[in-house]
């Protein structure tokens, strides 16, 4: 069994910055794609952002130019830098990985998932 942890959720005012991190532990890393969603209050879970392999990556709208995310297969994390955040940003952070290919990448059909971390933006 796979296990995502995420950190490095918080609270943060309007222009600041997060990064979050997501340590996978229970089976080999670097063959996983991985990926963000979160989830804001009375909405539907969206995707945020994914990455396969260390170079091919992909953004939500919302996010682009904004967030980043990347991995360190060493120490079998992912990692989502999260700058200029706005009151929009808010919600819960999960983790996600998929152990097999993904015809899309946004579409919530991964694995493998974390608990979530939140992730507060005041305005």
């Known amino acids: 069994q796979v296990q995502l942890v995420e950190s490095g959720g918080g609270s943060v005012q309007a222009g600041g910055s997060l990064r979050l991190s997501c340590v996978a532990s229970g089976r080999p890393f670097s063959g996983y794609t991985m990926a963000w969603f979160r989830q804001a209050p009375g909405k539907e879970r969206e995707f945020v952002s994914a990455?396969?392999?260390?170079?091919?990556?992909r953004y939500a709208d919302s996010v682009k130019g904004r967030f980043t995310i990347s991995r360190d297969n060493a120490e079998n994390t992912v990692y989502l830098q999260m700058n200029s955040l706005n009151a929009e940003d808010t919600g819960v952070y999960y983790c996600a990985a998929a152990a097999r290919y993904l015809n899309d990448l946004e579409k919530d059909e991964y694995d493998y998932w974390g608990q979530g971390t939140q992730v507060t933006v005041s305005s």
């Open positions: 990455i396969r392999g260390l170079y091919i990556t």
